[in-house]
């Protein structure tokens, strides 16, 4: 920014564009400030709803844990105290599993069964237990192009109605004996929606 003041006065000129320029910049950083305030509250209230939601999901997994007896956890445990390991790809989970280095995984149980009926994890993996979620799938196409979306919506009807859908189900995931939940074979969303087909 590039502020002039004439005046014949240099004195007065100069603190008249200096006072222009300091109350500018005083300005700015009070609306920086107020932004950065508005973020934190924001950000605070995200957080809380954040670790709600993380706490009723620890319970229900707890729950869950003793239904099946998966894990042995005391009353005055909870999940932060088990051992949690992060791997970066599902092929080091599936590693860890296999060589007992963690005692389950768990993600997208057809992720899960992908796994289990690979020849490879033949008798070694197996899906258990329930289902903690609903997870839309999607397909990425460019935004508004309603065109290509129909068609890639017809395709994947066709492709259920065909029975090509149980068929792929049947040869990939088959082996490890995962039969697809309520939801399935996936229905695609309506174009211009938000969410993805459900599987």
């Known amino acids: 920014m590039r502020l002039h003041f004439d005046s014949t006065d240099p004195f007065f000129a100069a603190k008249a564009v200096n006072t222009v320029a300091q109350s500018f910049i005083n300005i700015n ?3 920086r400030f107020e932004a950065s305030a508005y973020a934190k509250t924001f950000l605070e209230e ?3 709803q954040t670790k709600a939601k993380l706490e009723d999901s620890e319970r229900e997994l707890v729950r869950f844990s003793r239904d099946l007896e998966i894990v042995n956890i005391d009353e005055k ?3 932060y105290s088990q051992n949690l390991q992060e791997y970066n790809t599902y092929t080091l989970c599936v590693d860890a599993l296999k060589a007992k280095n963690v005692d389950a995984l768990t993600t997208d149980n057809t992720i899960l069964a992908g796994y289990a009926a690979q020849p490879a994890n033949k008798g070694q993996l197996k899906v258990v237990g329930q289902t903690f979620s ?3 799938y999607g397909v990425g196409l460019p935004k508004g192009d309603t065109a290509l979306c129909q068609k890639v919506t017809d395709a994947i009807n066709k492709w259920i109605s065909s029975g090509e859908w149980q ?5 990939n995931l088959g082996p490890s004996g995962f039969k697809p939940g309520a939801g399935n ?3 695609p969303a309506a174009c211009g929606a938000s ?3 459900t599987g």
Do not use: C, D, H, Y
């Open 167 to 171: 068929k792929a189900v049947e040869k």
């Open 134 to 136: 609903t997870e839309n």
């Open 29 to 31: 950083l009070e609306r």
């Open 46 to 48: 995200k957080l809380l």
């Open 77 to 79: 445990q909870n999940i």
């Open 195 to 197: 969410s993805g087909a």
């Open 185 to 187: 074979p996936p229905k």
